[in-house]
């Protein structure tokens, strides 16, 4: 492994995971709405649901599935490229590796907007898809699987797939530099989600804050909320959002 490839790999990473897409694009839907530091009321109380991220979820809340969708594609785009041109190029895991990580830091923390963006989850899909395709819908399908039909967890369902990249790795490259990756992505991931979950975590034990509300927030819960209905699995199943 040379370092100077390591070094290009990390800045050139970095750099392309920073461009921030949501505050671009934004633009052509936004109208003059404000998409930073979105609140969000919580049904039948006075507490709010603070969204602080610059990700594709955030602007999804107030520019709708149309924005919402188009900019999550590009935050995966402008990490896979990075990822497939490093990969193409070397043939030296790290290499390819470490620029997905350096995507996602990025895109959590961008050097072009103040280091305030996304949560990564984009960004770790748009990476894990040019590494392991397979993965990539094997992970998020169980982990949608697991949190929604059997922990009944919103917030766990949207970590929850991120978290099976670790296992999934080990199992399928058996190379500790894709188990290292795995690991050092869910640290940043984590780190990138301690404000939502903080939240979350203290509005769930004031018993202000359920899948279902949680879900009514983004076009995509509204999607994997009626869906639930259908499957007779909410616990709201006259409830319409």
């Given at each position: 492994?040379r370092?100077e490839?390591?070094?290009?790999?990390?800045?050139s990473?970095?750099?392309?995971?920073?461009?921030?897409?949501?505050?671009l694009?934004?633009?052509?839907?936004?109208?003059?709405?404000?998409?930073?530091?979105?609140?969000?009321p919580?049904?039948?109380?006075?507490?709010?649901?603070?969204?602080?991220?610059?990700?594709?979820?955030?602007?999804?809340?107030?520019?709708?599935?149309?924005a919402?969708?188009?900019?999550?594609?590009?935050?995966?785009?402008?990490?896979?490229?990075?990822?497939?041109?490093?990969?193409?190029?070397?043939?030296?895991?790290?290499?390819?590796?470490?620029?997905?990580?350096?995507?996602?830091?990025?895109?959590?923390?961008?050097?072009?907007?103040?280091?305030?963006?996304g949560r990564g989850?984009?960004?770790?899909?748009?990476?894990?898809?040019?590494?392991?395709?397979?993965?990539?819908?094997?992970?998020?399908?169980?982990?949608?699987?697991?949190?929604?039909?059997?922990?009944?967890?919103?917030?766990?369902?949207?970590?929850?797939?991120?978290?099976?990249?670790?296992p999934?790795m080990?199992?399928r490259?058996?190379?500790?530099?894709y188990?290292?990756?795995?690991?050092?992505?869910?640290?940043?991931?984590?780190v990138?989600?301690?404000?939502?979950?903080?939240?979350?975590?203290?509005?769930?034990?004031l018993?202000k804050?359920?899948?279902?509300?949680v879900?009514?927030?983004?076009?995509?819960?509204?999607?994997?909320?009626?869906?639930?209905?259908?499957?007779g699995l909410?616990?709201?199943?006259?409830?319409?959002?």
């Amino acid at each position: 492994m040379r370092w100077e490839i390591l070094v290009i790999a990390i800045a050139s990473g970095y750099v392309f995971g920073s461009v921030p897409v949501s505050r671009l694009i934004s633009r052509f839907f936004s109208g003059g709405k404000n998409i930073e530091d979105i609140q969000v009321p919580v049904p039948g109380t006075e507490e709010v649901y603070r969204v602080s991220s610059r990700g594709a979820a955030a602007a999804s809340m107030t520019l709708g599935a149309r924005a919402g969708c188009t900019i999550g594609i590009l935050d995966m785009l402008k990490v896979a490229i990075p990822t497939l041109i490093f990969r193409l190029v070397f043939q030296e895991p790290s290499y390819f590796l470490t620029v997905a990580i350096a995507g996602m830091i990025g895109h959590d923390w961008p050097l072009f907007n103040r280091f305030k963006g996304g949560r990564g989850v984009s960004s770790v899909y748009g990476a894990l898809f040019v590494i392991d395709w397979v993965g990539a819908f094997s992970v998020a399908a169980a982990g949608l699987l697991v949190g929604l039909l059997i922990l009944r967890d919103f917030i766990f369902a949207y970590m929850a797939g991120i978290f099976l990249i670790i296992p999934w790795m080990w199992f399928r490259f058996h190379d500790w530099r894709y188990l290292v990756f795995a690991v050092v992505l869910n640290i940043f991931f984590i780190v990138a989600m301690i404000p939502d979950l903080k939240q979350y975590l203290r509005l769930k034990r004031l018993g202000k804050v359920d899948m279902e509300m949680v879900n009514s927030t983004t076009p995509m819960g509204r999607g994997m909320q009626k869906m639930m209905e259908k499957l007779g699995l909410s616990k709201n199943k006259d409830k319409t959002f």
